[in-house]
């Protein structure tokens, strides 16, 4: 009899080929990822000074993770530089702003943008 409560084992998210549902997932939970590092309000309030004062460092946190792996590194970078592309154009001016800078530090982080780790925007 098996165990009706155990999970199968996680199996890796191909990001290099999304079905449509599953890349509208990722691009909304990137989306919030980005605007929710830029700021300590749970409600993700973006106060004024977010626009000037950006957190790379929290950004980088997140993607330096995936460094180690190889694969996920490939598939994140893929998605990031592709599937994200245009992601603003539905957002407000801050947001736009802020998801903007985020796709900028996750693609230099994952090695995309050809920037150094820490290198300032």
Partial sequence: MSNLYASPSPQPVPF???????????????????????TASPALVLISSTTTKRDQAAVEKVFVKALPFP??????????????????????????KLVKFG????GATLGVGGMELGERF
């Fill in 103 to 106: 796709r900028k530090v996750a």
């Fill in 16 to 38: 290099v080929r999304l079905q449509p549902q599953t890349a509208a997932f990722f691009q909304t939970f990137f989306s919030a990822l980005f605007l929710s590092s830029q």
């Fill in 71 to 96: 694969g996920l590194v490939r598939g994140l970078s893929k998605f990031v530089e592709d599937d994200l592309e245009g992601l603003e154009a539905g957002l407000g001016d801050k947001e736009a």
